[in-house]
T-cell receptor
């Protein structure tokens, strides 16, 4: 596609429910990242994918958070048993290999509110 | 550890004037990348400008330019002829290859444009 897309744009859920956030990267971009943006913590790295594998999951805050990527394209971030502190904007980014390989391009984010 | 510091939580500038946003960073790497991203209320994180550390020449993109001082570990953003559409949060970020180009972020500077 022309850019990184994310869905849903906004999500309101009740504490304890599971949520799935989706990211569709720029076509051909093999690297994909998830970041979290919250008022208290700023921008934090969550997980990095190269193709379908995740060599760096070091930023996932707890075992309630998981992510997968299929077909080297779409990625899903799942938060189980959501807590109020999970409320944040979740940003996805992708980048190409080769020229300008260090530059990440972002989607519009998903704003998650846990009540 | 790599860190990025933006010491100005908020800046304001008169339309058509010039403003400079500050960023300092700490790293032991010799080759790395620095970025300025803009985040308007729409939440979309937009790349403004990027700088490769091994290039001494300061990057320029139209009205946006940087003052990269590698020895001082400083990377400031100058916006010339400020426009109302420049109003946004501006984030300074850093990455390097051995961390899979994961972005490390500053806390952001809110830029207000006065008409």
């Amino acid at each position: 596609g022309a850019g990184v897309s994310q869905s849903p744009s906004n999500k309101v859920t009740e504490k304890g429910k599971d949520v799935e956030l989706r990211c569709d990267p720029i076509s051909g971009h093999t690297a994909l990242y998830w970041y979290r943006q919250s008022l208290g913590q700023g921008l934090e790295f969550l997980i990095y994918f190269q193709g379908n594998s995740a060599p760096d999951k070091s930023g996932l805050p707890s075992d309630r958070f998981s992510a997968e990527r299929t077909g080297g394209s779409v990625s899903t971030l799942t938060i189980q048993r959501t807590q109020q502190e999970d409320s944040a904007v979740y940003l996805c980014a992708s980048r190409a290999m080769g020229q300008l390989q260090e530059t990440q391009y972002f989607g519009p984010g998903t704003r998650l509110l846990v009540l | 550890a790599q860190t990025v510091t933006q010491s100005q939580p908020e800046m304001s500038v008169q339309e058509a004037e010039t403003v400079t946003l500050s960023c300092t960073y700490d790293t032991s790497e010799s080759d790395y990348y620095l970025f300025w991203y803009k985040q308007p209320p729409s939440r979309q994180m937009i790349l403004v400008i990027r700088q490769e550390a091994y290039k001494q020449q300061n990057a320029t993109e139209n009205r946006f330019s940087v003052n990269f001082q590698k020895a001082a570990k400083s990377f400031s953003l100058k916006i010339s002829d400020s426009q109302l559409g420049d109003a946004a949060m501006y984030f300074c970020a850093y990455s390097f290859m051995d961390s899979n180009y994961q972005l490390i972020w500053g806390a952001g500077t809110k830029l207000i444009i006065k008409p």
